[in-house]
């Protein structure tokens, strides 16, 4: 029962007492001990009446990064993320490397995925202190949800608070307009469509950082 309900809070994302007894016909005295342990257990949030789900990106992030750094060597590890960090496209890392282009591309998408996850965690936290109605744009037909908190950008592909909270200042807003600009411009090709939201996040990522910044980070983000 425990699982069946985990479930339906990840597909709810955030909701009420009487709405997930609606939905799962469970009473609210079942719901409650249970929707008390995964709070406990940091599945769930409770703020203001409503319960947001929390997503888990450590096992993701461990299994993810594991992958790139079990399978290579120590010095083709940082390569990648030097290549990665550098923009180097994944046809030419694949010829320096001797790597098929389809597994550098597997490996660049499992550290935007990182990247995402990262920010996603990051931003929950925060919205669970402090509500926000997010900027909502759409790429390739397909909605994304912008925060801002302490001058750092945030996305999600799904709302991840109910439609009241504070709306951004004027300078979050003028800020927002020039990092939105550059996610359209990064967005331009049609093979962005697929985790849209992963470049997304790369780009909130990279922007205002310098070359060795962006190494750093990402070798302190996968452990390396």
């Given at each position: 029962?425990k699982?069946?309900?985990?479930?339906?809070?990840?597909?709810?994302?955030?909701?009420?007492?009487?709405r997930?007894?609606?939905?799962?016909?469970?009473?609210?005295?079942?719901l409650?001990?249970?929707l008390?342990?995964?709070?406990?257990?940091?599945?769930l949030?409770l703020?203001?009446?409503y319960y947001?789900y929390?997503e888990?990106?450590s096992?993701?992030?461990?299994?993810?990064?594991?992958?790139?750094?079990d399978?290579?060597?120590?010095?083709?590890?940082?390569?990648?993320?030097?290549?990665?960090?550098?923009?180097?496209?994944?046809?030419?890392?694949?010829?320096?490397?001797?790597?098929?282009?389809?597994?550098?591309?597997?490996?660049f998408?499992?550290?935007?995925?990182?990247?995402?996850?990262?920010q996603?965690?990051?931003?929950?936290?925060?919205?669970?202190?402090?509500?926000?109605?997010?900027?909502?744009?759409?790429?390739?037909n397909?909605?994304?949800y912008?925060y801002s908190f302490?001058?750092?950008?945030?996305?999600?592909?799904?709302?991840?608070?109910?439609l009241?909270?504070?709306?951004?200042?004027?300078?979050?807003?003028?800020?927002?307009?020039?990092?939105?600009?550059k996610?359209?411009?990064?967005?331009?090709?049609?093979?962005?469509?697929?985790y849209?939201?992963?470049?997304?996040?790369?780009?909130?990522?990279?922007?205002g950082?310098?070359?060795?910044?962006?190494?750093?980070?990402?070798?302190?983000?996968?452990?390396?």
């Amino acid at each position: 029962m425990k699982e069946k309900i985990l479930r339906l809070c990840k597909h709810l994302n955030m909701f009420s007492l009487d709405r997930i007894a609606l939905i799962s016909q469970f009473s609210i005295e079942e719901l409650e001990p249970i929707l008390q342990d995964l709070i406990q257990n940091g599945n769930l949030i409770l703020k203001d009446g409503y319960y947001i789900y929390i997503e888990k990106d450590s096992v993701i992030k461990n299994n993810k990064l594991m992958y790139v750094i079990d399978n290579y060597p120590a010095e083709n590890t940082e390569f990648l993320i030097r290549c990665f960090c550098a923009e180097i496209p994944v046809e030419k890392v694949s010829k320096v490397i001797n790597l098929c282009e389809n597994r550098v591309s597997i490996i660049f998408k499992s550290i935007r995925e990182v990247i995402y996850q990262k920010q996603l965690q990051e931003c929950e936290l925060l919205i669970s202190k402090s509500s926000q109605i997010p900027r909502e744009r759409t790429f390739f037909n397909k909605s994304f949800y912008f925060y801002s908190f302490k001058s750092k950008y945030y996305i999600a592909d799904r709302p991840l608070c109910s439609l009241d909270g504070r709306l951004f200042s004027a300078s979050e807003a003028r800020e927002f307009c020039k990092l939105y600009s550059k996610i359209k411009r990064k967005l331009a090709h049609n093979t962005m469509r697929y985790y849209t939201h992963f470049h997304i996040a790369e780009v909130i990522w990279r922007n205002g950082k310098n070359y060795t910044q962006l190494v750093n980070e990402l070798c302190n983000l996968m452990n390396c």
